[in-house]
């Protein structure tokens, strides 16, 4: 019994900063610009810079840690911004356009003049994950450490060992992302919906490039007005945000995909998300 009281007392020291952190993190949006700026909007949509003086920025994705990570597409440049804005350069050397880390803190980077996705540990070490692709833009993982990889006609399924299938195909997919049911959305003009069997359905209609949702299920998503556009779990749409400069991707502050936590002794929930 006092085995069991030292161990719940542990987890709850190590349980209860990431809750707080993911509901710190699910108040915020960031949006990576044609002009090079980071906007970071809050949940009414109030919007601060969070970063300049870069060019086009075309991948965002956060880890665990609230550390934000965006790609440079002029540069080929990944820079890496602590929670305060500190920016350090993670990676460079290659046209990185979709980011998207999995569980364990792997972060996957798709190049699209090679047609490669490269693969970097939670040590920084790269290595190629799959080659051979056609154009790969956008990227997503889902909580099994599946990765889901947006190319010019379909989207692709890789496990966690690098084997491929094609998850859909006809697409012309752009934007790629999961809410916490599992469902993954992505956007080629209309905004679809597979559910977790991979049955399509239309979510939103109209031209739409870039998407994330919220651990709430609302889907953000920008067009080619300079706004970004809000809908709700039912698709019902609002301006969420509007005079933006060529918003291109978007990003939730929520961790990289988190799993529910069942424990011996309790229930821990920490929040999922996956997104670019």
Same mark, same amino acid.
């Given at each position: 019994?006092?085995?069991?009281?030292?161990?719940?007392?542990?987890?709850?020291?190590?349980?209860?900063?990431?809750?707080?952190?993911?509901?710190?993190?699910?108040?915020?949006?960031?949006?990576?610009?044609?002009?090079?700026?980071?906007?970071?909007?809050?949940?009414?949509?109030?919007?601060?810079?969070?970063?300049?003086?870069?060019?086009?920025?075309?991948?965002?994705?956060?880890?665990?840690?609230?550390?934000?990570?965006?790609?440079?597409?002029?540069?080929?440049?990944?820079?890496?911004?602590?929670?305060?804005?500190?920016?350090?350069?993670?990676?460079?050397?290659?046209?990185?356009?979709?980011?998207?880390?999995?569980?364990?803190?792997?972060?996957?980077?798709?190049?699209?003049?090679?047609?490669? *996705?490269?693969?970097?540990?939670?040590?920084?070490?790269?290595?190629?994950?799959?080659?051979?692709?056609?154009?790969?833009?956008?990227?997503?993982?889902?909580?099994?450490?599946?990765?889901?990889?947006?190319?010019?006609?379909?989207?692709?399924?890789?496990?966690?060992?690098?084997?491929?299938?094609?998850?859909?195909?006809?697409?012309?997919?752009?934007?790629?992302?999961?809410?916490?049911?599992?469902?993954?959305?992505?956007?080629?003009?209309?905004?679809?919906?597979?559910?977790?069997?991979?049955?399509?359905?239309?979510?939103?209609?109209?031209?739409?490039?870039?998407?994330?949702?919220?651990?709430?299920?609302?889907?953000?998503?920008?067009?080619?007005?300079?706004? *970004?556009?809000?809908?709700?779990?039912?698709?019902?749409?609002?301006?969420?945000?509007?005079?933006?400069?060529?918003?291109?991707?978007?990003?939730?502050? *929520?961790?990289?995909?988190?799993?529910?936590?069942?424990?011996?002794?309790?229930?821990?929930?920490?929040?999922?998300?996956?997104?670019?």
């Amino acid at each position: 019994m006092r085995a069991q009281s030292f161990l719940a007392a542990a987890l709850i020291i190590v349980v209860l900063p990431l809750l707080a952190s993911s509901i710190t993190y699910a108040d915020n949006i960031y949006v990576g610009c044609d002009n090079g700026t980071i906007i970071k909007l809050d949940s009414s949509g109030n919007r601060t810079t969070f970063a300049s003086g870069l060019t086009k920025i075309m991948g965002l994705a956060f880890d665990r840690s609230g550390n934000l990570y965006a790609s440079e597409w002029e540069s080929k440049t990944i820079f890496k911004f602590d929670p305060s804005g500190n920016r350090s350069t993670f990676a460079s050397g290659f046209g990185a356009t979709g980011l998207a880390f999995d569980s364990r803190g792997n972060l996957y980077v798709s190049d699209l003049g090679p047609g490669t *996705i490269f693969k970097f540990d939670a040590g920084g070490n790269r290595s190629t994950f799959a080659s051979g692709l056609d154009y790969p833009d956008s990227l997503a993982c889902d909580s099994s450490g599946n990765l889901f990889a947006c190319t010019v006609d379909a989207i692709i399924k890789f496990d966690s060992g690098g084997n491929r299938s094609i998850f859909a195909s006809g697409l012309l997919p752009m934007g790629l992302d999961f809410d916490s049911s599992g469902n993954l959305f992505t956007s080629n003009g209309d905004i679809v919906k597979f559910d977790s069997s991979g049955n399509m359905s239309t979510f939103a209609s109209g031209m739409y490039w870039g998407l994330a949702l919220d651990n709430s299920g609302n889907v953000y998503a920008t067009d080619n007005t300079n706004a *970004i556009f809000k809908f709700d779990p039912s698709g019902n749409m609002s301006t969420f945000a509007s005079g933006l400069d060529g918003p291109i991707c978007i990003a939730t502050q *929520i961790p990289e995909p988190c799993t529910l936590i069942l424990l011996g002794l309790g229930a821990a929930v920490v929040r999922k998300k996956v997104r670019n």
